[in-house]
């Protein structure tokens, strides 16, 4: 019984045993496996989605909701694997391009051309201005034309004038007459001498067929024409010789244009001029520049080009305002490389493109530094970094080079690349990221102003701001006013304030302005005032960043809604957004890309 009960004892410690042993290899894994599947869970929620906007790339949030830039709807930030050939590129997927408003276009070589855009006057043709003289001494008796403006025939009498030295000579001609069997010569030249003073075979056989002399003599106009001059009244006596008015005959006139020192060698004599009259809405003309202004006013630092026009409707009047276009071409160059100026963006030291390189991924952006050639308009010639066929961007860089900046890579102000912007700092991106700093390596270099050149621009940049506030308050009469005082303003600039490259720099911005802002004053509705100040802002940013002549801080603020969801830039010196153009419909639309101080 003792042996049964020690043989019982023995098998329940071995299965005890046995059992513990199991459960440990059991449970043992059992808690590692967990650890493991613990640690993955971990990696999962380190690997969270970011929220982004389509619009805005520089917010970046860990949670879904509205952008609080411009309140659209965030969307998820499609993960980045990295696989580029180019490392430095910048990945865009086809929604991400369509969403930015990201174009591109294949880079041609072309025949390089240019408008140049020039404001001009019409003007008599000096060749057809005539001074009428009195050929009799003595008192105006009648004036037949009492104002400027009327218009004369050749042969008409224009007045009357009483001459004692006259009668004394058609008295000598009566005598003369009574002798001429005797005496045939002194009465053939007491004719001739009525003769010189312009009388007329008729009025000479008048005096001799009546027997009694004239007491007033007609003056009669030696050409046809306008009255531009009268310079006598009612009984004011003459001399034999003196002017009493000046007639100008506009069957042709002159249209002057004002051609500026950076655009003389693109204009020569023999171009065309095709030319619009800002009073004569819908109506063109053209013409051919006949002359060149050999020298320059020293003032206006502007030439001359003449255009004669045949003005035989006479349409065209003394002192309109015109408008023309050259197509000028480039001599010495058949071809050249020529890019739109929407793919360039210019820092004032370098100018940079996005070229395009395909791949299974999506869309890669590579920055390329480009050698710029002459301005051609709306385009510019390319010297050195792109060749042809390749394919760039043209639309939507800024949106582009933004990401590039986000990501770290080279981007126009960090050529070098930088470390990525996190989610972390969504809020102060826009204005870290995007506007260019005094501390900046890459910032613009300005071009060095006198005082006197500053205090000569802040009249325009004055017009030019209430301007601004006046569309902002969607005033379409008052925003008219404003813009037609920075046209003042900007024609009151003394031109020989700038010297040097920076009367260059600002011979061209004063040429695009002057173009953007002739036909404000024309304009009937807001829409087109506000498409008006669009271009005019364009230049005025640019101006800006050359010279920083206004005594405030600007702020360049940036409205990707405007211009057919194109963008729009605009100077502010508050940094609060306010539209101009939306104005109350969408007045806190915007950012700001820029601070100038």
């Given at each position: 019984m003792k042996s049964l009960d020690k043989k019982t004892i023995i098998v329940a410690a071995t299965t005890l045993a046995l059992g513990l042993l199991f459960g440990w290899l059991l449970f043992g894994g059992t808690k590692e496996s967990t650890h493991n599947e613990h640690q993955h869970t971990k990696t999962e929620v380190k690997g969270e989605t970011i929220w982004t906007c389509s619009m805005h790339p520089q917010v970046r949030q860990p949670e879904p909701g509205d952008c609080p830039i411009c309140?659209?709807?965030?969307?998820?930030?499609?993960?980045?694997?990295?696989?580029?050939?180019?490392?430095?590129?910048?990945?865009?997927?086809?929604?991400?391009?369509?969403?930015?408003?990201?174009?591109?276009?294949?880079?041609?070589?072309?025949?390089?051309?240019?408008?140049?855009?020039?404001?001009?006057?019409?003007?008599?043709?000096?060749?057809?201005?005539?001074?009428?003289?009195?050929?009799?001494?003595?008192?105006?008796?009648k004036l037949m034309v009492n104002f400027t403006g009327e218009f004369v025939q050749k042969g008409q009498a224009i007045a009357y004038v009483y001459s004692p030295e006259l009668v004394t000579a058609?008295?000598?001609?009566?005598?003369?007459?009574r002798i001429s069997e005797a005496q045939p010569q002194l009465f053939s030249s007491a004719k001739e001498k009525l003769k010189r003073w312009k009388l007329t075979d008729k009025q000479i056989a008048e005096v001799l067929s009546t027997g009694k002399t004239m007491d007033e003599f007609p003056i009669l106009a030696d050409v046809s024409g306008y009255v531009t001059s009268k310079l006598v009244n009612l009984g004011s006596y003459v001399r034999k010789g003196e002017t009493i008015y000046q007639i100008a005959d506009l069957s042709k006139v002159w249209v002057l244009f004002d051609v500026y020192e950076s655009d003389i060698t693109w204009v020569k004599k023999g171009d065309k001029i095709d030319f619009t009259m800002a009073s004569l809405?819908?109506?063109?003309?053209?013409?051919?520049?006949?002359?060149?202004?050999?020298?320059?006013?020293?003032k206006t630092r502007v030439a001359k080009a003449r255009v004669e026009y045949s003005n035989t409707a006479n349409k065209l009047k003394p002192e309109m305002f015109a408008s023309g276009v050259v197509e000028a071409t480039l001599t010495g160059k058949s071809k050249s490389l020529v890019v739109p100026k929407t793919a360039v963006m210019w820092t004032g030291k370098r100018s940079v493109v996005y070229v395009k390189v395909g791949s299974s991924q999506g869309v890669d952006f590579s920055m390329r530094e480009v050698t710029l050639g002459p301005s051609l308009g709306d385009s510019y010639i390319v010297e050195n970094g792109l060749m042809d066929g390749?394919?760039?961007?043209?639309?939507?860089?800024?949106?582009?080079?933004?990401?590039?900046?986000?990501?770290?890579?080279?981007s126009m102000m960090s050529p070098e690349g930088g470390a990525a912007v996190s989610g972390h700092n969504h809020?102060?991106?826009?204005?870290?990221?995007?506007?260019?700093?005094?501390?900046?390596?890459?910032?613009?270099?300005?071009?060095?102003?006198?005082?006197?050149?500053?205090?000569?621009?802040?009249?325009?940049?004055?017009?030019?701001?209430?301007?601004?506030?006046?569309?902002?308050?969607?005033?379409?009469?008052?925003?008219?006013?404003?813009?037609?005082?920075?046209?003042?303003?900007?024609?009151?600039?003394?031109?020989?304030?700038?010297?040097?490259?920076?009367?260059?720099?600002?011979?061209?911005?004063?040429?695009?302005?002057?173009n953007g802002l002739q036909h404000v004053m024309h304009q009937s509705n807001i829409k087109d005032l506000r498409e008006t100040f669009r271009l005019v802002s364009t230049h005025m940013?640019?101006?800006?960043?050359?010279?920083?002549?206004?005594?405030?801080?600007?702020?360049?603020?940036?409205?990707?809604?405007?211009?057919?969801?194109?963008?729009?830039?605009?100077?502010?010196?508050q940094k609060e957004i306010r539209n101009p153009y939306f104005g109350s419909s969408m007045l806190t639309c915007g950012e700001v890309t820029k601070e100038i101080n």
């Amino acid at each position: 019984m003792k042996s049964l009960d020690k043989k019982t004892i023995i098998v329940a410690a071995t299965t005890l045993a046995l059992g513990l042993l199991f459960g440990w290899l059991l449970f043992g894994g059992t808690k590692e496996s967990t650890h493991n599947e613990h640690q993955h869970t971990k990696t999962e929620v380190k690997g969270e989605t970011i929220w982004t906007c389509s619009m805005h790339p520089q917010v970046r949030q860990p949670e879904p909701g509205d952008c609080p830039i411009c309140g659209m709807d965030l969307i998820p930030l499609e993960e980045d694997k990295n696989t580029q050939t180019d490392p430095n590129a910048i990945r865009m997927s086809p929604t991400a391009m369509q969403l930015a408003n990201v174009s591109t276009a294949v880079v041609g070589s072309i025949k390089p051309k240019k408008q140049v855009r020039l404001n001009g006057k019409v003007q008599s043709d000096e060749r057809m201005v005539y001074s009428q003289a009195s050929h009799i001494p003595g008192r105006i008796e009648k004036l037949m034309v009492n104002f400027t403006g009327e218009f004369v025939q050749k042969g008409q009498a224009i007045a009357y004038v009483y001459s004692p030295e006259l009668v004394t000579a058609q008295e000598e001609l009566l005598e003369a007459q009574r002798i001429s069997e005797a005496q045939p010569q002194l009465f053939s030249s007491a004719k001739e001498k009525l003769k010189r003073w312009k009388l007329t075979d008729k009025q000479i056989a008048e005096v001799l067929s009546t027997g009694k002399t004239m007491d007033e003599f007609p003056i009669l106009a030696d050409v046809s024409g306008y009255v531009t001059s009268k310079l006598v009244n009612l009984g004011s006596y003459v001399r034999k010789g003196e002017t009493i008015y000046q007639i100008a005959d506009l069957s042709k006139v002159w249209v002057l244009f004002d051609v500026y020192e950076s655009d003389i060698t693109w204009v020569k004599k023999g171009d065309k001029i095709d030319f619009t009259m800002a009073s004569l809405p819908g109506e063109s003309f053209a013409g051919t520049v006949s002359y060149l202004d050999p020298t320059i006013d020293p003032k206006t630092r502007v030439a001359k080009a003449r255009v004669e026009y045949s003005n035989t409707a006479n349409k065209l009047k003394p002192e309109m305002f015109a408008s023309g276009v050259v197509e000028a071409t480039l001599t010495g160059k058949s071809k050249s490389l020529v890019v739109p100026k929407t793919a360039v963006m210019w820092t004032g030291k370098r100018s940079v493109v996005y070229v395009k390189v395909g791949s299974s991924q999506g869309v890669d952006f590579s920055m390329r530094e480009v050698t710029l050639g002459p301005s051609l308009g709306d385009s510019y010639i390319v010297e050195n970094g792109l060749m042809d066929g390749e394919e760039i961007a043209v639309n939507g860089t800024f949106s582009i080079d933004a990401a590039a900046q986000l990501a770290g890579k080279p981007s126009m102000m960090s050529p070098e690349g930088g470390a990525a912007v996190s989610g972390h700092n969504h809020g102060s991106a826009p204005s870290n990221q995007l506007h260019v700093d005094e501390h900046s390596k890459e910032a613009p270099k300005n071009l060095t102003i006198s005082k006197e050149a500053k205090r000569a621009l802040e009249p325009l940049y004055i017009a030019y701001l209430e301007w601004k506030d006046e569309l902002t308050n969607d005033n379409f009469d008052k925003a008219q006013k404003k813009a037609e005082n920075m046209k003042l303003a900007l024609e009151k600039v003394d031109m020989t304030l700038f010297k040097g490259d920076t009367h260059t720099a600002w011979m061209n911005a004063h040429s695009q302005l002057s173009n953007g802002l002739q036909h404000v004053m024309h304009q009937s509705n807001i829409k087109d005032l506000r498409e008006t100040f669009r271009l005019v802002s364009t230049h005025m940013v640019e101006l800006t960043t050359m010279f920083n002549p206004f005594p405030k801080t600007l702020f360049v603020q940036h409205c990707p809604m405007a211009n057919s969801n194109k963008g729009a830039d605009w100077l502010s010196t508050q940094k609060e957004i306010r539209n101009p153009y939306f104005g109350s419909s969408m007045l806190t639309c915007g950012e700001v890309t820029k601070e100038i101080n």
